[in-house]
């Protein structure tokens, strides 16, 4: 495995014959990390496809899933959650509930301000494509071994926390 090459190598290999007095190790790790970011990105979105949601449909469905019973939250806390700002969660938030997979409703604990809560569709919608969108991303990795997998995850893991 370690003799297997790719673009970012050749690359890489450019860089040297070009500028040998560079260290290019990083951009072999984050050219790598990128393009299986993209390959990732595009696998799980034409999964979520089949359901007739894009990604960011699927982020707010399954923030709403995954935050548990009653798979509700304020616009506020989902928009945090998702890392988005407000408006750009109000555009989501329309589509989701003109297609009937969640519903607004007013916040009893404050008169001012609403709840977003999954419809029964959008539960069952967000279930079957985080289903969908999980097997696309084991797919990507099944020629891993299991050892092999769970130390990418790690050295990864490692990487974003010293970020």
Not at 21 to 27: K, P, Q, R
Not at 76 to 104: Q, W
């Amino acid at each position: 495995m370690g003799n297997v090459t790719d673009d970012i190598d050749r690359i890489l290999g450019q860089w040297a014959r070009e500028r040998p007095d560079l260290n290019t190790e990083a951009m072999g790790v984050f050219g790598r990390i990128y393009r299986l970011s993209r390959l990732a990105g595009d696998a799980t979105e034409r999964a979520y496809a089949r359901f007739g949601i894009a990604r960011a449909d699927f982020d707010v469905l399954a923030t709403l899933r995954r935050s548990g019973d009653p798979f509700q939250l304020s616009p506020g806390a989902l928009a945090a959650s998702m890392m988005l700002s407000t408006g750009g969660t109000t555009a989501r938030l329309d589509r989701l509930e003109k297609a009937g997979l969640v519903a607004r409703s007013p916040d009893p604990n404050d008169r001012r301000g609403i709840l977003v809560r999954l419809t029964s569709q959008g539960h069952a919608i967000a279930d079957e494509a985080v289903a969908a969108g999980l097997a696309e991303q084991q797919r990507l990795l099944a020629h891993l071994s299991p050892e092999k997998s769970a130390q990418l995850n790690a050295l990864l893991r490692d990487l974003l926390g010293g970020v």
